[in-house]
């Protein structure tokens, strides 16, 4: 079945640097697009970013812009988030996302990572 | 930006219909998608492309796009459809995806 299990989320302060994994299994990581979605808290649901299967187009919420790096490595079945300079604003839960074959729409999400940015 | 609104809150007795509606500009030119939040968890995709049903879904949740407004349906409600419920669609001018503000279901 299957399964997306993040990790990497703590506690930095204002200005300090931060990186999610996602581990991917029960299906063929490579041929999907993958993406990041945060939630802060008590809020909504915010897209942050997203990779084409093979890493050759991303793209980024326009907030995130210059401070955030999506990656993966297939041969690893991981997907990465480099959250640099980060702000008070971007803490939340980070989920991690399968986009559908059928595009555009998220069939499976992991159980997210907890980021707190607080001086 | 391409912007959903959705109403905060939505209250249904047991066994009615709850109507959750998702407004955007023409947005029955695109394809609309759902999500079911219960409180602390992850999101589940519950309607895909306007009114399709992943398998698992039960064929009380159906949804409908039309002009400016999407609504997605819960026929006979239950206990354990409370939860927070969004829209989402993808900006294809701009290659981003949008989720709507939100609707919280409250089964009373």
């Known amino acids: 079945q299957v399964q997306l299990v993040e990790s990497g989320g703590g506690v930095v302060q204002p200005g300090e640097s931060l990186r999610l994994s996602c581990a991917a299994s029960g299906f063929n990581f490579h041929s999907y697009a993958m993406h990041w979605v945060r939630q802060a808290p008590g809020k909504g649901l915010e897209w942050v970013a997203c990779i084409r299967y093979d890493g050759n187009n991303i793209y980024y919420e326009d907030s995130v812009k210059g401070r955030f790096t999506i990656s993966r490595d297939n041969s690893k079945n991981t997907l990465f988030l480099q959250m640099n300079s980060l702000r008070t604003e971007d803490t939340g839960v980070y989920y991690c996302?399968?986009?559908?074959?059928?595009?555009?729409?998220?069939?499976?999400w992991g159980q997210g990572a907890l980021v707190t940015v607080s001086s | 930006s391409y912007v959903l609104t959705q109403p905060p809150a939505v209250s249904v007795a047991p066994g009615q219909t709850a109507s959750i509606s998702c407004g955007g500009n023409?947005?029955?030119?695109?394809?609309v998608h759902w999500y079911q939040q219960r409180p602390g968890q992850a999101p589940v995709l519950v309607v895909y492309d306007d009114s399709d049903r992943p398998s698992g879904i039960p064929e009380r949740f159906s949804g409908s796009n039309s002009g400016n407004t999407a609504i997605l349906t819960i026929a006979g409600v239950e206990a354990g459809d409370e939860a927070d419920y969004y829209c989402q669609v993808w900006g294809s001018n701009s290659d981003h995806y949008v989720f709507g503000t939100g609707t919280k279901v409250t089964v009373i």
């Open positions: 023409n947005i029955g030119s695109k394809s």
């Open positions: 996302a399968r986009e559908s074959a059928r595009y555009y729409y998220f069939d499976y």
